[in-house]
């Protein structure tokens, strides 16, 4: 956030407590001049219903094109994380291998 390329979205609920945090950062490809907003942390502290979801990816979405960004990203392992994105409109494209050493 501090070098001007990424973002933190905050939800609250009634309370202000803190519901859910989103960081996001923007990549352009210095070669290929495309622009994608990575989701780089998606968390939820308290339960948060998929209209709740749309409405804050719908944000980051406007976001991602006023910015002309050509896509938006993110990996998970999370089950939960992976059904919302899916929700809201995000499709799988690859897979993430991983190896431990």
Same mark, same amino acid.
């Given at each position: 956030?501090?070098? !001007?390329?990424?973002?933190?979205? $905050?939800?609250? !609920?009634?309370?202000?407590?803190?519901?859910?945090?989103?960081?996001?950062? &923007?990549?352009? !490809?210095? &070669?290929?001049?495309?622009?994608?907003?990575? $989701?780089?942390?998606?968390?939820?502290?308290?339960?948060?219903?998929?209209?709740?979801?749309?409405? %804050?990816?719908?944000?980051?979405?406007?976001?991602?094109? !006023?910015?002309?960004?050509?896509? &938006?990203?993110?990996?998970?392992?999370?089950?939960? &994380?992976?059904?919302?994105?899916?929700?809201? %409109?995000?499709?799988?494209?690859?897979?993430?291998? $991983?190896?431990?050493?």
């Amino acid at each position: 956030m501090l070098n !001007d390329k990424s973002q933190c979205f $905050i939800t609250y !609920d009634s309370n202000r407590e803190l519901k859910a945090l989103c960081i996001t950062e &923007i990549f352009e !490809d210095l &070669i290929t001049s495309n622009r994608n907003l990575n $989701i780089r942390c998606l968390y939820a502290f308290k339960v948060t219903s998929n209209k709740e979801w749309r409405e %804050g990816f719908d944000i980051i979405k406007q976001m991602a094109v !006023d910015s002309k960004c050509n896509k &938006i990203t993110f990996q998970t392992s999370n089950h939960r &994380i992976k059904s919302i994105g899916n929700f809201v %409109g995000f499709k799988e494209v690859s897979t993430n291998m $991983i190896m431990e050493v």
